[in-house]
């Protein structure tokens, strides 16, 4: 292999990574919030296809349910946003630091192995935009029917799967 192509290999994968990182950034965490939505809803489903079997403790499980006090999850929630900002940083940290080693690596190897430094650079872009735009359009698909999320969603689950099962 030509030190061309093996740098253009390199700034390849290197791009793609990057951009995979940033789409996800972007668009997963949303995709993320309704798998466990989703998880949520079914473990509810589940626990309410035994409520048949409560007989008539039915109806006061529905007026429990109505009661129910959303907890107060705001420490909570900034604690957690705190550390995935941190993981963020910690991880944009790193994948920048490889691009710029490989960038400067396939610089200086260009240039000592004397071809152009640009068409190579140009080629792991177009890869970068591929990539993006691939993880972009699976990521969207997945993430098309996307209910944001509200605290009081368990407990109208739980009163539309009970007034479901009443009916």
């Known amino acids: ?12 994968v290197l791009t793609a990574s990057a951009a995979i990182l940033a789409v996800f950034v972007v668009v997963g965490s949303p995709v993320e919030r309704r798998i466990v939505q989703e998880q949520t809803a079914a473990v509810i489903h589940d626990l309410l296809k035994d409520a048949p079997l409560l007989g008539d403790a039915e109806a006061p499980l529905a007026a429990y349910v109505r009661s129910m006090a959303t907890p107060d999850m705001t420490a909570a929630d900034a604690a957690s946003r705190a550390a995935n900002t941190a993981l963020l940083r910690k991880a944009v940290l790193m994948v920048g630091a490889c691009l710029v ?26 890869s970068c935009l591929l990539a993006a735009g691939t993880e ?16 009081q969603a368990v407990r109208l689950m739980i009163l539309e799967a009970l007034e479901k099962d009443a009916a």
């Open 101 to 126: 080693a490989g960038f400067a690596a396939v610089r200086v190897w260009s240039a000592r192995a004397g071809f152009a430094f640009g068409p190579v650079l140009r080629r792991a872009l177009v």
């Open 136 to 151: 972009t359009a699976f990521l969207l698909l997945v993430a098309r029917h996307f209910v944001s999320a509200d605290p």
């Open 1 to 12: 292999m030509s030190p061309e192509t093996v740098s253009g290999v390199v700034l390849s």
